[in-house]
Every structure is written in structure tokens, then in C-alpha cells.
């Protein structure tokens, strides 16, 4: 149990505080006041207060933080403006986070999931340059009896250069590719001699394993890889190509992310797939034990996912905030105070069932329920 917890715990406490720092790095540059920077919610288990009156701390429940804001009423950034201008004399008021001007507040919510993904960002850039990247071609060396890959056409010693418009540069690509695409039909295209063809491949859904052992629905096409002329290409980066190919690796996880989401919406994904804080806490265990370098790839992934989800449209979250200061840019105002409260209640409930559903999911895949 330990060898999962202590993983999870680290890998929480280091995106959440990138998250939130991105938050108070933005509120301090223009000049508001935080009163709370906290990893967790709940009770304080210890604390310091820095000589601008910030209270670090780390509390009890390991799944979130805030950063509160002077003049806030709650962690959420929920403040009543009418209040605040009676209540705060002129110099108190340039502290308040509601009173600064629009770009300055789109900045400061914005910079969590920016923190977010530079901190995938930097990474992939540090793993590209010190350990390095693999470019293995991705060769077929055999195409399953009856299996999608040979009813699509393809054909053993076919070298793979694109899945689904993706440039397949590695042969460790060919999987991920496969299983986040979210298409019926699967786009191949490969060379073959000195020809290069497109083929469609239909792949079938079926019940197995991933690399950590994990019952998943597996996309399957029927096609076993080997290493091109037997020739292992790992070759670490300069800055340029580095930051680069991370660049390339955090759009195309986000882009991908979001398709898969937008598809599981739309019933054509797997929802099985979406799993809460036991199954991240679960893999995190199951990755450590591969090393350091493993996890803190990992750490990027769940790095990035941390920056869309804040990311999206719903009230208590970043994409929230940000939904109302579109609105208040359109209307020359911001939404009355009963306009937000109504919207908090409705993304209050979004995240508690999306919570519950998740943790069902979670206990699902422990076994608890069939």
C-alpha cells in the first residue's frame, strides 16, 4: 500500500504546487494579496507564514490546492464587488483581486495551467537532452492470421511512417497512436519497397492488459514490431530539437486528450477508461517501480491533464473563471452576483458526479464491483 501512496502523494504535492504557484506567481506580479498558498484541502497538518503574510500550508486531503486571494470569501475566488468597494478603504483595494483589470485577472487565473504545462514542458526538454529520444524505424516483422492489420493489407517488413496524419518517428509511437485514436477506422500509411500506400485498418476492441498490467480495452490491428536492419537509434538532442520535440509531445497530449474526451461525450470512447485520484494513486505505485525516469515522465502526463481539465468551462474551476470573464468582455460587465452563485451550483454538481463516476470506475477496475 505504501509503495503506492508515497509515489501518489509526491506526484500531487509537486503538480498541484507547480498549478498554484502559476496562480500566485501572476497574483504577486500585479500586486495582489494572497492570504492561503495550499497543497490539500481540509485541516492544516503545518504551515508558515512569509513576511507578506502569506500562509503556506500543507492539509490533510492530497487531492488539490487554492490559492486565496485578499478579499475573498471562500478558495473558489468568490467575492461580492458592491461589498468590497464599501468595505476596503483605496489603498486596501489595490490588493483585491476583483478589482484589477480584466487582462490582469485572465493572467493570473490562466497561469496554473500554464505552470502546468511548462512544467511538462521543461521534462520532456530535460529528458530529450540528458537521456535522449528514440527514432527506431517501426517495421512490421508479422501481421496476425485473420486479424485486422492483414484484412486492411498490410503485409509484413511494411515500415510505418504515419498513424492517423501522426509522422511515426519511433517505434514506441506505433501504440500510443493506436490507442488514442478515437476513429472507427485507423489511417496507415507505410512504405513498401519504394512505394508508399494508405490503408485503412478497422481495429477490434478487446479485453487485456497494458505494460503495467492493468485490465484496459485494448484497440487491437493484429501486428507484431521489430527494429529496422536490427538498428537501436537513441540519440540525445540539442536545445532547439529538444524544446521542440517537447513542444511537439505536449500539444499533441493535449489535442489528443481532448478528442478522446469529446468522443467519450459522445459515446464513441470508452468511459471505462476515466479513472479519479485511487487509479491514479494505483499507477503512480506501478510506474515508481520502474524507475525514476519512468515516473517522472508519468509526472509530466498527469502535468498536463491537471492543465486541461482546470481548463475547462466549468464554474470552481480555472476554465470557469475564465467563461465568466468572456462574458464579462462581451457584456461590459461582469455577471451578477446571483448569475455566478447559480453557475457555481451547476459546476458543484458537474464535479461531484464526475467525481462519483470516476471512483466507481476506480473501485470497478479494483475488483469491488463486476
Not at 31 to 43: A, E, M, N, P
Not at 253 to 263: E, F, H, R, T
Request: with cysteine; hydrophobic share 45%.
Amino acid at each position: 500500500m505504501l509503495s503506492y501512496i508515497i509515489p501518489f502523494i509526491f506526484l500531487i504535492l509537486v503538480v498541484v504546487f507547480i498549478h498554484e504557484y502559476g496562480h500566485y506567481y501572476f497574483a504577486k506580479k500585479y500586486g495582489v494579496g494572497v492570504t492561503d498558498f495550499s497543497i490539500g484541502f481540509g485541516q492544516e497538518i503545518f504551515g508558515w507564514n512569509d513576511k507578506s503574510g502569506t500562509r503556506w500550508k500543507i492539509c490533510w486531503i492530497p487531492l488539490g490546492g487554492y490559492v486565496k486571494f485578499y478579499g475573498d470569501r471562500n478558495v473558489f475566488s468568490q467575492a461580492d464587488q458592491e461589498k468590497i468597494i464599501k468595505k476596503y478603504n483605496e489603498e486596501d483595494r489595490k490588493k483585491l483581486f476583483v478589482l484589477k483589470p480584466l487582462y490582469q485577472r485572465v493572467l493570473i487565473v490562466f497561469g496554473g495551467p500554464l505552470a502546468n504545462f511548462l512544467l511538462a514542458l521543461v521534462i520532456f526538454f530535460s529528458i530529450y537532452t540528458f537521456v535522449g529520444k528514440d527514432f527506431t524505424p517501426a517495421v512490421i516483422n508479422e501481421v496476425q492470421k485473420d486479424s485486422p492489420a492483414m484484412v486492411s493489407g498490410l503485409k509484413q517488413n511494411d515500415i510505418i511512417l504515419e498513424i492517423d496524419g501522426n509522422k511515426v518517428k519511433s517505434i514506441l509511437e506505433v501504440s500510443k497512436y493506436i490507442m488514442m485514436s478515437t476513429d472507427e477506422i485507423i489511417d496507415f500509411k507505410v512504405k513498401r519497397s519504394y512505394n508508399e500506400l494508405l490503408l485503412k485498418v478497422k481495429p477490434k476492441i478487446v479485453l487485456g492488459e497494458d505494460n503495467l498490467g492493468n485490465k484496459v480495452n485494448k484497440r487491437i490491428v493484429g501486428i507484431k514490431l521489430g527494429i529496422y536492419n536490427n538498428e537501436v537509434n537513441h540519440i540525445k538532442l540539442g536545445p532547439a530539437q529538444s524544446i521542440y520535440y517537447a513542444a511537439h509531445e505536449v500539444y499533441y497530449v493535449s489535442i489528443s486528450s481532448l478528442k478522446y474526451i469529446g468522443a467519450m461525450i459522445f459515446g464513441k470512447a470508452d468511459t471505462s477508461q476515466l479513472g479519479g485520484p485511487i487509479r491514479i494513486a494505483k499507477i503512480s505505485g506501478q510506474v515508481a517501480e520502474f524507475g525514476a525516469l519512468a515516473f517522472i515522465s508519468m509526472m509530466a502526463y498527469i502535468s498536463i491533464s491537471l492543465g486541461l481539465v482546470n481548463l475547462f468551462p466549468i464554474p470552481m474551476l480555472d476554465g470557469g473563471h475564465l467563461m465568466f470573464y468572456a462574458f464579462e468582455k462581451v457584456l461590459g460587465r461582469p455577471l451578477s452576483q446571483k448569475t455566478q452563485e447559480g453557475f457555481f451550483r451547476i459546476g458543484l454538481f458537474l464535479l461531484i458526479s464526475l467525481m462519483f463516476f470516476t471512483t466507481f470506475n476506480d473501485l470497478k477496475d479494483l475488483g469491488l464491483f463486476k
